[in-house]
């Protein structure tokens, strides 16, 4: 069982809907989750972290967080083109080394 | 300061060749990892350093590969005898000390071995 799973997609979503991005992670003592976006060809960039249980809102982004199922999501309202990227979500290793592990990402694309 | 940065952008370099690349990270970071990036997956860790000190290699790291962040600052990896198999892109990130803050990333070095 790899550490850090996604879908590879591609989710496909019209413009204006809401974007549900997935990522179960395998060890249970994990504490720190982070959504990145990476654009075709550019590194990845942090759009969102979360430590607790539930959710954190930032502008069009909702971070998810279930220690219990061992499940993160990224929600993404009011979809637009610009955000048709991959999402990669990585989890630090319990322990406090600081180390993120990442799954392989989601492409998404917004259409018009 | 403007990020962290990566030098050089793009490296072709023969089968067998010795590569170095550079990494500059933002200068209060004192967390610095180098990840490699092949199409369709993430990024795979490869090696961690906290101030000069490199505090954990990727068991999957070959002996090939080599890094070092004298004084703290800037990092350079290298790979020798390169293969194949080592075409990638090669990421840096750095952080904050003291908490989770997430990792800022370089722009990459992409390395093509032929």
């Known amino acids: 069982q790899k550490e850090v799973e996604q879908n590879s997609g591609p989710l496909s979503v019209p413009e204006g809907a809401i974007a549900s991005l997935n990522c179960t992670y395998s060890d249970r003592g994990s504490q720190s989750f982070f959504w990145y976006r990476q654009y075709s060809g550019k590194s990845p960039e942090l759009i969102m972290s979360?430590?607790?249980?539930g959710d954190k809102e930032d502008g069009r982004f909702t971070a998810q967080l279930n220690k219990a199922s061992q499940y993160v999501s990224l929600l993404i309202r009011d979809s637009q083109p610009s955000d048709s990227a991959t999402y990669l979500c990585?989890?630090?290793?319990?322990?406090?080394?600081?180390?993120?592990?990442f799954g392989r990402g989601t492409s998404l694309i917004v259409h018009p | 300061d403007t990020g962290v940065s990566q030098n050089p952008r793009h490296k072709i370099t023969k089968r067998g060749q010795n590569v170095t690349f550079r990494c500059d990270p933002i200068s209060e970071h004192n967390r610095l990892y180098w990840y490699r990036q092949t199409l369709g997956q993430g990024p795979e860790f490869l090696t961690y350093f906290q101030n000069e000190a490199q505090l954990e290699k990727s068991r999957l790291l070959s002996d090939r590969f080599s890094a070092e962040r004298p004084k703290g600052s800037f990092s350079t990896l290298e790979i020798q005898r390169t293969e194949q198999g080592d075409s990638a892109m090669y990421l840096c990130a750095s952080s904050l000390p003291g908490g989770d803050y997430g990792y800022t990333f370089g722009s990459g070095t992409r390395l093509t071995v032929v």
């Open positions: 990585a989890v630090n290793r319990p322990g406090g080394s600081y180390i993120p592990t």
């Open positions: 979360i430590y607790s249980n």
